[in-house]
């Protein structure tokens, strides 16, 4: 593997130029300082306000960083593994399976802590997107297209069969506010386990080399040796951790996995290595811009995260779809 | 002229023994499926009735019973109608208005309208209210879809995935504003958007019958056009049919037909996919003078059979929606992914 790894080293031009990355990282630090400066309390006023950014600001800006770059290195990752640049946890049906998980560990075993509640929800995550390739791999004309729109539509039903269950045992509404993507409830004390998603993040950054020669295609990666069961396996389970983790702990964040890593490789190309701290990045800053806009945009209230996300996700796909076509 | 242009593309009969074929051949699965829904029909409004049937309670039960029904029917028909005509439109079976966001469209062009004129200009109940907002969603969607349907964007599936993203981010844009809305505000916007079958409003019912009746007389006259239209567009304007103007009337009458549907039981993703798949199943030929009461049979079996069967059989009455977006979603997917097999 050592010798794999050499041949995809990144050309030495790249690693001069240190400072563009440099800037990008001060910008996210500084848009994670203006995030635990805003808020409703005025946290200069009095000595409560120190307390105050430990127990709710910190906490919930870690917790902006962590579900942000696991979603979006995980979104790349995604691609890497369906060979298709339209395809995240979002537009694979792989968050709705974590919240039929969640649900269902609910209601089936409501003793289940918050890290077995996890588990399931991930374990449900690793089904629904292993069902997602197995039907892809049974698509024999698989176009660009196709694909996503095939992981929307069996998300679809998954949430269908979601809303079902939930309404037979009176859950609807709190179904909307377990699922619905937002840091409101983010306090000290009850994000921490989202720590598991940078183990993801940080085995992403491990196996990104094999996962780029997984991406070549079983075929290719065979033929240079690389065990592509393992790292598809491998791969995929990274993706249904991160989603599960998140949708357990803050809920749906839709089409971060997939905006990121598209525009990170518009700009800089498609050296997977090389663009995963940008991806982490940019995970990182478009979850804390929603975040603030949802937070500032109604005063003293908020709005979730999620149709943030939603809107900018949705606007930025259809673009990168008309491009692409035009292209 | 309409029976010769109407042949099946799809490996139907041939042409000879579909031009041989008997008015009863075709006729047939209509009228099974009529009696179907009738049968459920009566069903819904007799079966479980708690009163005796010579009092005076038991004719009230009805009578709202009925108001459920109506409000089934007339979702029906739109959905059916809607979904019928939309293929013709836009040449190919898998998109419908819903998956494409029409109704989040809908819901949309409501919350805008209430967002930015407030409760104050949303109380002015009536018909020309309703018309106006009706206007907005269907300029938006004529423009809209008009843009995304027209020349060179003819790629299936980018359309189909472009309409599933909208959907999505229609739905986000809203339910933002939703959140800006004041309390008051959204208590009149929900009062015009959340319908469910079970409490359908008696108000609208006499306005969507008028609408939904016109729509199926003008539909129903140019049907012979329609068989045209959906041979594709070439072809139509071969024929001398002025394409565009067509296509655009269409998707008029579709956006119509969608707000009455959702104004009545809110947005139903797959159902009218689900209709319009399982009519092309049973039709015996190609023409709108089949398919289109074949759908409303269809879509009247289908959502009176669920209501029923969930109603009296599950006591889960609030439930015939999901269900039925369940197994139009999975309908859908086995469609597209035989499609993309071949």
């Given at each position: 593997?050592?010798t794999?790894?050499s041949?995809v080293?990144?050309?030495p031009?790249?690693k001069q130029?240190?400072?563009?990355?440099a800037?990008?990282?001060?910008v996210?630090?500084?848009l994670?300082?203006a995030?635990?400066?805003?808020?409703?309390?005025?946290?200069?006023?009095?000595?409560?306000?120190?307390?105050l950014v430990?127990?709710t600001?910190?906490?919930?800006?870690?917790?902006?960083?962590?579900a942000?770059?696991?979603?979006?290195?995980?979104?790349?990752?995604?691609?890497?593994l369906?060979?298709?640049?339209?395809?995240?946890?979002?537009?694979?049906?792989?968050t709705?399976?974590?919240?039929l998980?969640?649900?269902?560990s609910?209601?089936?075993?409501?003793d289940?802590g918050l890290v077995?509640?996890?588990v399931?929800a991930?374990?449900f995550a690793?089904?629904?997107?292993?069902?997602f390739?197995?039907?892809?791999?049974r698509?024999v004309i698989?176009?660009?297209?196709v694909?996503p729109?095939?992981?929307?539509?069996?998300?679809?039903?998954?949430?269908?069969?979601?809303?079902?269950?939930?309404?037979?045992?009176?859950?609807?509404?709190?179904?909307g506010?377990?699922?619905m993507?937002?840091?409101?409830?983010?306090?000290?004390?009850r994000?921490e386990?989202?720590?598991?998603?940078?183990?993801?993040?940080?085995?992403?950054?491990?196996?990104?080399?094999?996962?780029t020669?997984?991406?070549?295609?079983?075929d290719v990666?065979t033929?240079?040796?690389?065990n592509?069961?393992?790292i598809l396996?491998?791969g995929?389970?990274l993706?249904?951790?991160?989603?599960g983790?998140?949708?357990?702990v803050?809920?749906?964040l839709?089409?971060?996995?997939l905006?990121v890593?598209?525009?990170v490789?518009?700009i800089?190309g498609d050296?997977v290595r090389a663009?995963?701290p940008?991806v982490?990045?940019?995970?990182i800053?478009?979850?804390?811009v929603?975040?603030?806009i949802?937070?500032v945009i109604?005063?003293p209230?908020?709005?979730?995260?999620?149709?943030v996300?939603?809107?900018?996700?949705?606007?930025?796909f259809?673009?990168?779809?008309?491009?692409?076509?035009?292209? | 002229?309409?029976?010769?242009?109407?042949?099946?593309?799809?490996?139907?009969?041939?042409?000879?023994?579909?031009?041989?074929?008997s008015?009863?051949?075709?006729?047939w699965?209509?009228?099974?499926?009529?009696?179907?829904a009738?049968?459920?029909a009566?069903?819904i409004l007799?079966?479980g009735?708690?009163?005796?049937i010579?009092s005076?309670?038991y004719?009230i039960?009805?009578?709202?019973r009925?108001?459920?029904?109506?409000t089934?029917a007339f979702?029906?028909?739109?959905q059916?109608?809607?979904?019928?005509?939309?293929?013709?439109?836009?040449?190919?079976?898998?998109l419908?208005?819903?998956?494409l966001?029409?109704d989040a469209l809908?819901?949309?062009?409501q919350?805008?309208?209430v967002?930015v004129f407030?409760?104050?200009?949303?109380s002015l109940e009536?018909?020309p209210?309703?018309l106006?907002?009706s206007a907005?969603?269907?300029l938006?969607?004529?423009?809209?879809?008009?843009w995304?349907?027209?020349?060179?964007?003819q790629n299936?599936?980018?359309?189909l995935?472009v309409g599933?993203v909208?959907?999505?981010?229609?739905g986000?844009?809203?339910?933002?504003?939703?959140?800006?809305?004041?309390p008051?505000?959204?208590?009149?916007?929900s009062?015009?958007?959340?319908?469910s079958i079970?409490?359908?409003?008696?108000?609208?019912?006499?306005?969507a019958?008028?609408?939904?009746?016109?729509i199926?007389?003008?539909?129903?006259?140019?049907r012979?056009t329609?068989?045209?239209?959906?041979?594709?567009?070439?072809v139509?304007?071969?024929?001398?049919v002025?394409?565009?103007?067509e296509?655009?009337?269409?998707?008029i009458?579709v956006?119509?037909?969608?707000?009455?549907?959702?104004?009545m039981?809110?947005p139903?993703?797959?159902?009218?996919?689900?209709?319009a798949t399982?009519?092309?199943?049973?039709?015996?030929?190609?023409?709108?003078a089949?398919?289109?009461?074949?759908?409303?049979?269809i879509?009247?079996?289908t959502?009176?059979g669920?209501t029923f069967?969930l109603?009296?059989?599950?006591?889960?009455?609030g439930?015939?929606?999901v269900?039925?977006?369940?197994?139009g979603?999975?309908?859908f997917?086995?469609?597209?992914?035989r499609?993309g097999m071949?």
């Amino acid at each position: 593997m050592s010798t794999l790894a050499s041949t995809v080293e990144e050309p030495p031009r790249l690693k001069q130029r240190w400072w563009p990355l440099a800037t990008a990282i001060l910008v996210v630090a500084s848009l994670l300082v203006a995030s635990i400066a805003i808020g409703v309390y005025d946290i200069t006023a009095d000595d409560f306000g120190g307390e105050l950014v430990w127990i709710t600001r910190v906490p919930r800006t870690l917790a902006l960083v962590l579900a942000g770059a696991a979603l979006a290195t995980s979104g790349l990752v995604m691609q890497m593994l369906t060979q298709n640049r339209f395809v995240d946890a979002t537009t694979s049906g792989t968050t709705e399976w974590a919240a039929l998980g969640l649900l269902l560990s609910a209601l089936l075993l409501p003793d289940l802590g918050l890290v077995g509640k996890m588990v399931v929800a991930s374990c449900f995550a690793f089904v629904g997107a292993m069902l997602f390739m197995l039907i892809l791999n049974r698509v024999v004309i698989r176009t660009t297209l196709v694909v996503p729109l095939i992981g929307i539509m069996l998300g679809a039903v998954v949430s269908a069969a979601t809303t079902f269950i939930a309404a037979q045992f009176n859950l609807l509404q709190m179904l909307g506010t377990w699922f619905m993507g937002s840091f409101t409830a983010v306090t000290r004390g009850r994000y921490e386990v989202l720590w598991v998603v940078a183990i993801v993040t940080l085995l992403v950054f491990l196996l990104a080399d094999r996962i780029t020669v997984a991406g070549l295609g079983k075929d290719v990666a065979t033929s240079v040796g690389l065990n592509y069961r393992a790292i598809l396996y491998s791969g995929t389970a990274l993706v249904a951790i991160a989603a599960g983790v998140t949708v357990v702990v803050v809920g749906f964040l839709p089409l971060l996995g997939l905006v990121v890593p598209n525009i990170v490789s518009m700009i800089r190309g498609d050296h997977v290595r090389a663009n995963l701290p940008w991806v982490a990045l940019g995970g990182i800053a478009l979850v804390t811009v929603c975040d603030i806009i949802g937070r500032v945009i109604i005063r003293p209230f908020e709005v979730p995260v999620s149709m943030v996300l939603g809107l900018v996700g949705a606007v930025v796909f259809i673009t990168l779809l008309l491009r692409r076509q035009r292209g | 002229m309409a029976s010769i242009i109407t042949v099946p593309s799809s490996g139907l009969p041939a042409l000879e023994t579909y031009a041989k074929s008997s008015w009863w051949h075709r006729a047939w699965p209509i009228l099974a499926v009529t009696a179907l829904a009738l049968v459920f029909a009566a069903g819904i409004l007799s079966y479980g009735n708690p009163v005796p049937i010579d009092s005076p309670g038991y004719w009230i039960i009805v009578q709202s019973r009925l108001t459920a029904l109506g409000t089934i029917a007339f979702v029906a028909v739109s959905q059916a109608l809607a979904t019928v005509l939309f293929h013709t439109a836009t040449n190919n079976r898998i998109l419908t208005p819903s998956i494409l966001g029409f109704d989040a469209l809908y819901v949309l062009t409501q919350t805008a309208l209430v967002f930015v004129f407030g409760a104050s200009a949303s109380s002015l109940e009536g018909i020309p209210k309703i018309l106006a907002q009706s206007a907005l969603m269907v300029l938006f969607a004529t423009l809209l879809y008009g843009w995304l349907f027209s020349g060179k964007r003819q790629n299936l599936h980018l359309l189909l995935l472009v309409g599933v993203v909208l959907g999505i981010g229609f739905g986000s844009v809203s339910t933002l504003m939703q959140r800006l809305l004041t309390p008051s505000e959204f208590d009149v916007l929900s009062a015009r958007l959340f319908g469910s079958i079970s409490k359908g409003n008696p108000e609208y019912l006499p306005f969507a019958a008028a609408i939904v009746g016109a729509i199926l007389v003008f539909v129903w006259l140019r049907r012979r056009t329609y068989d045209v239209v959906s041979l594709g567009r070439d072809v139509a304007i071969g024929l001398g049919v002025n394409y565009r103007r067509e296509v655009r009337t269409i998707l008029i009458l579709v956006a119509v037909l969608v707000s009455v549907a959702v104004t009545m039981v809110g947005p139903m993703t797959f159902f009218g996919f689900l209709v319009a798949t399982l009519t092309y199943q049973f039709a015996r030929g190609d023409s709108h003078a089949e398919k289109i009461p074949l759908a409303i049979a269809i879509g009247m079996a289908t959502l009176l059979g669920a209501t029923f069967v969930l109603k009296h059989v599950f006591a889960a009455a609030g439930l015939v929606t999901v269900i039925i977006e369940f197994a139009g979603g999975i309908l859908f997917l086995v469609v597209l992914l035989r499609k993309g097999m071949r």
